[in-house]
């Protein structure tokens, strides 16, 4: 009785859990939306067979613990009912699975008009670059990483030299408008995490990853970082600011590029060594 | 289920094999501390392994102190708290649960339940406990080397795992990969012996579709960790050449420290294939055994046959073939080749159905039983909320494109801990319940045993239940603190330090067990032969505890399945495996 009576109270404990408590999503500002829907869906067939599995236990336990004089039945199998379950269970199944492939395909499907956004993880800070008039990233490669080019860019690729590159600061995004973030790492495993996009990937050393999404809201957002790159992985912090596009714009006009960025800090050298001779 | 016709039954062909002549001790030493008896070994590898799971308790009540309570305790910082993670891990689910199941359980268990003397190699049996021992002690040794243990995750992720960034670096890692190497030898000695035991040292009329389904989940696990075993065991050896001897396997061109470092050219994903490769199935290799027992368990306490036995040992199969070919379901977001996603997605969904089919057994095996709520019960229905809870939710981290925002957050923490960490450990509980009497021939105590069920069943859901939310709420997993974020309210940090209060009661509650542990051994109630009426063959040993060779002068020969509960016009409402047939009982007979 007692033991029925529990087992029950769970099963109603967690659906109230789930229902009444504070904790749930951070509100969405990207084009996921369809990434929560596919969760709903997941939560109601799963609570559904877990609710129904507890509460069929209980009844169990209930109905046929055991009292003097009783015996159980004997009952090695039931083909038919067996069968009923499995297949029952494999449309619940199809049913989750099915529109979860789908949103999947549209995660892993670029669309040809995104812009592309490069995102840098080092231990244990993140860096930004943004593609300049041109509309192309120049190439990198960690070989040619120095103080001067802390990024590795090529200095000799012409689509390289009027990339905004953004080292330690907030990423601006226009809203509205599709995005394919390119990560990169230039030390060890890093992902980039904003809570509100949904989306997230891995960065790894030696190649360059990617997801797309379309901020669907202006706001500021924190980026953690999600994969474990060491002792302060959990202060790896930056923000996305997502704002209308003319404020983009103008945020971006006062951008440094890397011609400029790298130009400078010849010019600086150039002092310093005159200056100690 | 046809029955088979008495005659069959009764005509069990003589063996053809002779019997080998066992090793016996000739002291002290031979027998109990170099001991070639399983038993012997079974008990030695489940008292190692609950004292290093003791040091992995401990570890996660510092976990949950920090999670609960930042910056408190000044003796917990970021890099400690990484070695805790780290080590909590790799202790809980490899040296505790692998080894208690598959060293522990599988070792007293196969031979007895097969009606077998011993293992078939009784002496590599034996250098398989020592040698686990040694890779135990040269984990623990971590604790005290330079630097402390590894820091890098249990999954050991590189480059992080051998660069400078990580705690654990000079010497943490190198402990942890060669205690990883030296476990995978001891194991792979007792694996051998495990899976030859089973399919050879069967006593007379033992077939496979008779052997209980403890049994089958300890065969099939053993099988399945002897392939994934292997992936494990390479990654180890070349994640420590690279951190040793500057190769790079797995390092490419990267910065450490702001300088180019001397590596290049290797990939970092290659070694989460190679981990996965075992991770994925050590999974399972976790799950099958407690899989076995509590189908074991709800049978013999509801005095009623197992519902859909083979249906059940091919699930089991099943479960263990398609485990092979869902491991990249942990690489979602690893920036593998997103179409990877599709098919992993697929295999990791249809293991589901397997799955479910075992869950419904069970409750209908409880349908129309005779309920004893005794403690090893207890445990059986504490294993299939918490089993049915993680596993739905794993439903949303294998359906690829749920998995993306859910990944690396706490909702994974809550979802492995509750389907691999409390799941298995309701069904060590029940299941060391069920069999001490056999082991010890007493009894655990019934108040301290129910006391420690309750606790340790509501206190954990208490504290995974909840968990999933804070991965909902986008809270990352291995973060000793959260700190400032715009999306994480003051009242998740309420509901951290209510779990952390629930983790620490669970945890003491275990004290309580282990005390009913040492204490019974003298003050238990007797136990008898066979205490709960069960039919397999391990409860009917001539001796309790079962002496050297198990058996006496005759082995067993076995007539019948070993879920012959409440058969109809049977005198007593268990009709063991040894029991030969008369005309009453073999109506119920079966195959």
């Given at each position: 009785m007692a033991v029925a009576l529990i087992l029950l109270l769970v099963a109603i404990a967690s659906v109230l859990f789930h229902v009444y408590s504070p904790w749930w999503w951070t509100p969405i500002a990207s084009n996921w939306r369809y990434i929560d829907d596919t969760i709903n869906l997941t939560f109601w067939i799963t609570g559904a067979v877990f609710c129904a599995v507890i509460a069929f236990m209980a009844y169990c336990v209930l109905r046929f613990?055991?009292?003097?004089?009783r015996r159980a039945a004997y009952n090695p199998e039931n083909k038919k009912l067996e069968w009923w379950l499995s297949i029952g269970t494999a449309i619940g199944v199809v049913a989750m699975l099915a529109p979860g492939l789908v949103v999947w395909h549209q995660f892993v499907t670029v669309p040809a008009d995104a812009t592309d956004v490069e995102v840098v993880g080092q231990q244990w800070m993140w860096s930004y670059r943004l593609p300049g008039k041109d509309g192309r990233l120049g190439t990198s490669d960690a070989r040619l990483i120095s103080s001067e080019n802390p990024l590795g860019l090529?200095?000799?690729?012409?689509?390289?030299?009027?990339d905004v590159v953004v080292q330690n600061d907030d990423l601006h995004l226009p809203v509205g408008k599709p995005v394919k973030v390119l990560l990169r790492s230039i030390d060890v495993l890093h992902d980039f995490y904003v809570p509100e996009f949904r989306a997230k990937m891995d960065m790894i050393p030696g190649s360059v990853t990617y997801y797309w999404l379309t901020p669907t809201r202006t706001g500021t957002f924190d980026v953690l970082c999600a994969e474990l790159c060491g002792a302060a992985h959990a202060q790896m912090r930056s923000r996305v600011i997502v704002e209308e596009e003319k404020e983009y714009h103008a945020w971006l006009e006062k951008q440094r590029t890397f011609a400029e960025l790298s130009g400078q800090r010849d010019v600086a050298k150039a002092a310093y060594k005159t200056g100690s001779e | 289920m046809v029955d088979i016709p008495l005659d069959h039954v009764a005509g069990i062909p003589p063996a053809e094999v002779g019997e080998v002549e066992l090793y016996h001790p000739r002291s002290w030493w031979t027998r109990y501390?170099?001991?070639?008896d399983a038993k012997v070994i079974a008990v030695q590898y489940s008292i190692t392994a609950m004292s290093i799971g003791m040091v992995a308790l401990v570890l996660s009540w510092m976990m949950r102190l920090q999670l609960g309570f930042p910056g408190t305790f000044s003796f917990i910082d970021a890099n400690q708290y990484l070695q805790f993670i780290t080590m909590h891990g790799m202790i809980m689910v490899i040296y505790l649960l692998t080894a208690l199941f598959l060293g522990g359980f599988g070792n007293y268990l196969i031979p007895l339940m097969v009606g077998a003397r011993d293992m078939v190699f009784p002496y590599v049996n034996m250098l398989s406990y020592w040698v686990y021992l040694l890779a135990v002690l040269v984990l623990a040794a971590t604790f005290f080397v330079p630097g402390g243990p590894t820091g890098a995750g249990w999954t050991l992720y590189p480059p992080q795992a051998i660069l400078s960034g990580t705690p654990g670096q000079d010497w943490g890692i190198v402990f942890m990969l060669a205690s990883l190497i030296l476990f995978i030898i001891g194991f792979t000695m007792g694996g051998l012996n495990y899976v030859v035991t089973v399919l050879q040292a069967r006593t007379r009329g033992m077939t496979l579709m008779r052997l209980p389904l403890t049994v089958w989940g300890i065969f099939t696990a053993t099988v399945m960790a002897l392939l994934a075993f292997p992936a494990l065991f390479v990654a180890s050896v070349m994640l420590l050449l690279d951190r040793?001897?500057?190769?790079?396997f797995f390092m490419p061109t990267l910065v450490e420290m702001g300088q180019l470092s001397k590596?290049?050219?290797?990939?970092p994903i290659l070694f989460q294939h190679l981990f996965w490769f075992f991770g994925h199935p050590e999974v399972y290799i976790v799950a099958l055994p407690a899989f076995g027992i509590i189908s074991d368990l709800i049978s013999t306490h509801a005095r009623k046959?197992?519902?859909?036995y083979r249906m059940m040992v091919w699930a089991i199969v099943a479960i263990g073939a398609l485990s092979f070919v869902v491991w990249a379901h942990h690489m979602y977001v690893s920036g593998m080749h997103p179409y990877f996603g599709f098919f992993f997605a697929t295999t990791t969904l249809i293991i589901a159905i397997p799955t479910a089919i075992k869950v419904y057994n069970w409750v209908l095996t409880l349908w129309r039983g005779d309920i004893h709520l005794t403690v090893p019960m207890l445990f059986a229905l504490g294993f299939i909320v918490t089993f049915v809870n993680g596993g739905l939710t794993g439903l949303f981290l294998g359906n690829v494109v749920v998995d993306v925002p859910l990944s690396d957050t706490m909702f994974v923490v809550a979802h492995f801990h509750m389907v691999m960490g409390i799941a298995p450990i309701m069904a060590v509980f029940g299941g060391i319940y069920h069999w001490y009497p056999k082991v010890t021939g007493r009894m655990l105590n019934d108040v301290l045993g129910k006391f420690h069920f309750w606790v340790t069943f509501i206190g954990a859901y208490a504290v995974f239940f909840p968990m999933h939310y804070l991965g909902l709420l986008g809270m990352p997993r291995r973060y000793h603190d959260i700190g400032e974020t715009s999306f994480v309210p003051a009242s998740a940090h309420d509901l951290n330090a209510f779990m952390s209060v629930a983790a620490l009661i669970v945890g003491f509650a275990q004290l309580v067990f282990l005390f009913n542990l040492v204490w019974s051994l003298f003050k238990g109630k007797e136990a008898g032969g066979n205490p709960w009426g069960a039919t397999s063959l391990e409860w009917q040993t001539p001796e309790t505890p079962p002496g050297h060779g198990n058996w006496g002068k005759e082995l067993p020969i076995v007539y019948r399945w070993a879920y012959d509960y409440s058969v109809p016009g049977a005198a007593k409402d268990f009709v063991p495996q040894n029991e030969p047939p008369s005309g009453a009982v073999a109506q119920g007979a079966h195959p």
């Open positions: 613990h055991h009292k003097e004089g090529n200095p000799n690729d012409p689509n390289g030299q009027d | 501390v170099f001991s070639q040793l001897l500057g190769t790079s590596y290049g050219g290797g990939s046959n197992i519902f859909g």
